[in-house]
């Protein structure tokens, strides 16, 4: 796609949080920076108060289309990726059909780009059907017009040890990474809310920290063994946070993110049974959130991504048992980081451009380490740059209210909750998205 015809010139915005500058996008690239720069025709926006950061990357969104269209498209959801600050997207594999083919995830690929507000870049399934029997066609998908690079069977865990070394194995010949959902099945049979005091006092099936950590330390080894690239998706519990830490101490290639949930809210929320609050992984307790803070704060956790989930209202206001596990999060990710490692002192702008932009993008292979023709997201906003970027205004803020959300489904957990920030203005490369705070294509 070619950059922007139109010029913009936003005065006095702070680069992650750093002095007050001007910044020109012309010709989708950052085209200058500095003090009292003027540009012939462009449109001017007034960045005072306002922070620049280069635009978000999520590895981890549940698009549901094709088929549930009911829940999300990628019309919606790139709407409320770009309403939250966002150019670029991985789109999980659990679709229907599955994304294990060439032909699912170029259409997901093509799909994005027609939408034109943020990149999606396709997740393809580990095994067939995500039937955790056989691998997938990593290698078709990986030569594909999406050129695929992140694999997952999120929402199933590969728990077949054999398969898990496999897909690793496999992957090392076009530096792919597998993205595991670290549940162990037989662990979490049946399993409703975290298992403790929590899931007793309500008569729910526990889901012990175990079942995460398990898989977790056997895929670190695992990775460690072929001299592969693990990801672990949305980790959840203390015991993980220093299990990746461990192995990050061996040098292995585990990288690891965590969702803007796990980082604000724990299971004590569960005992009003309002299945809002039900997610896979579960909430945890106050020391779980405390040590994915710390975790992220020093590294051991790279980047928040959100696992933006939507479901149709009827499969989430139902009873407990039968809800279906997931929230949305695109349009509040931003804002929760905000109020859980920025004003709590464990993260400056720098910290989080770098947790949930650049990292990121190295992590999900949008750095041009497969393009070969630079960097797409992630950069730091500086001349030459893909003019990818969020205006962010930190000192707005107010009660979050799913029904002004563009996602199609309405599950947030945040409803109701006073947040910090306000997502002012969103641009891929040098086209805006977001003006004022509204879509702006
Ligand atoms: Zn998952
Ligand atoms: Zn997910």
Redesign the pocket.
């Known amino acids: 796609m070619s950059g922007s015809e139109q010029t913009w010139l936003i005065k006095g915005a702070k680069p992650t949080g750093g002095a007050a500058t001007d910044l020109v996008l012309r010709d989708g690239v950052i085209a200058e920076t500095g003090v009292g720069l003027s540009a012939t025709g462009a449109q001017v926006i007034d960045g005072d108060g306002l922070i620049a950061l280069p635009g978000l990357v999520d590895l981890?969104t549940?698009l549901r289309e094709p088929g549930r269209e009911d829940a999300e498209t990628v019309e919606t959801g790139t709407a409320a990726a770009a309403l939250g600050g966002f150019t670029a997207v991985h789109a999980?594999a659990?679709t229907d059909p599955v994304a294990d083919t060439a032909g699912v995830v170029e259409q997901s690929w093509r799909l994005g780009r027609w939408a034109g507000r943020c990149d999606v870049q396709p997740v393809g399934a580990v095994t067939a059907g995500l039937a955790g029997s056989q691998l997938a066609e990593l290698g078709a998908m990986a030569d594909s017009a999406a050129r695929v690079r992140m694999f997952s069977d999120?929402?199933k865990c590969v728990s077949d040890a054999v398969l898990m070394r496999r897909a690793l194995e496999y992957v090392k010949a076009f530096d792919g990474v597998i993205a595991q959902?670290a549940q162990e099945p037989r662990l979490t049979d049946g399993a409703q809310v975290n298992e403790g005091e929590m899931s007793g006092l309500l008569g729910l099936a526990g889901w012990p920290a175990v079942a995460e950590e398990a898989i977790i330390a056997r895929d670190c080894l695992l990775a460690a063994h072929v001299g592969s690239a693990l990801h672990i998706?949305?980790v959840s519990t203390a015991g993980s946070v220093e299990i990746i830490r461990w192995a990050k101490s061996k040098g292995w290639r585990v990288t690891a993110e965590v969702t803007p949930h796990h980082l604000l809210l724990t299971e004590e929320l569960a005992v009003g049974y309002d299945p809002v609050y039900k997610v896979?992984p579960p909430l945890r307790t106050e020391a779980d959130v405390a040590a994915l803070r710390a975790g992220l704060a020093d590294g051991t956790i790279d980047c928040v991504a959100t696992?933006h989930?939507p479901h149709p209202m009827e499969e989430k206001e139902t009873e407990w048992q039968v809800a279906a596990f997931?929230m949305t999060g695109l349009e509040t990710a931003l804002r929760v980081v905000h109020l859980a490692m920025v004003q709590t002192g464990m993260l400056d702008w720098a910290g989080v451009a770098d947790r949930m932009s650049a990292r990121p993008a190295a992590i999900g292979r949008l750095d041009g380490s497969v393009s070969g023709g630079g960097a797409l997201h992630g950069c730091p906003l500086e001349p030459g740059a893909p003019a990818n970027l969020v205006l962010y205004d930190p000192s707005a803020g107010g009660v979050v209210d799913p029904a002004e959300h563009a996602s199609r489904s309405r599950n947030s957990p945040f409803a109701g909750m006073h947040l910090p920030g306000h997502v002012h203005a969103t641009f891929l490369r040098g086209d805006a998205t977001v003006l004022d705070g509204k879509l702006a294509r």
């Open positions: 981890h549940h999980m659990n999120d929402g959902h998706c949305h896979n696992d989930a997931g």
